[in-house]
């Protein structure tokens, strides 16, 4: 359900992502491993049209990603693409509630209906008895679960994953990486993650290894 084809990226005289191409069926959770600077992020970042690719091209259920305009693509990105990120960037004025509900809003869906989609989602993330707290009331590992229920809450064709669990202990970093094997079961989510936690990467489907801008290694998980 998404094909990345012959990325590339630099940034002065600095290649960042070179020629890189992928495939992630639907339902599939893939992790991305490899040193700091190796691209990870940035591959991220072009797979999600939050960076402009210098070259290659991304189709997301079909759709030529990168080929779109950029209010179309913004719209693309709002509905078929959830976001997770290391640090939550939550709204620390807006409730749990409140915070989920903006994608929705974005949307133009009604305030209403947002907040009690945003709730329910909220409760398959394990946080109806939090919905009214602020964040800054909340744990960090229940912040990080108000951030994957925001991104969930459109129900994107794939949600894409930067160090989710990189602030984390490694209790509530295990308890992230179940709950996104939970949603795959429930939803058949599809995922994209980046980590350096081999032993969580080991949990998904696939882990590729990234290098000086290439994928370098790709390795079948066996449950």
Known sequence: MLSAKNLFKKYSNLIVVNDVSLNVDKGEIVSII????????TLLHLMGALDKADGGKVAIDGVDLLGLASKKQ???RNKHIGFVFQFHHLLP???????VAVPLWISGKGRKESIDMAAEMLGTVGLTNRIE????????GEQQRVAIARALVNR?????ADE?????DSANAQ???????????QFNQTFIMITHNEALAGLTDRTLTMRDGHIV???????
């Not at 994107?156 to 894409?160: E, F, H, T």
């Open 34 to 41: 490899g040193p700091s600077g190796a691209g990870k992020s």
């Open 74 to 76: 913004a719209q693309f």
């Open 93 to 99: 004025e807006f409730s749990a509630v409140e915070n």
């Open 133 to 140: 707290n602020k964040p800054s009331e909340l744990s960090g």
């Open 156 to 160: 994107p064709s794939i949600v894409m």
């Open 164 to 168: 989710p669990t990189g602030n984390l």
């Open 175 to 185: 308890a992230i990486h179940e709950l996104f094997l939970e949603l795959r079961k």
């Open 217 to 223: 290694e790709e390795k079948i998980n066996v449950s």
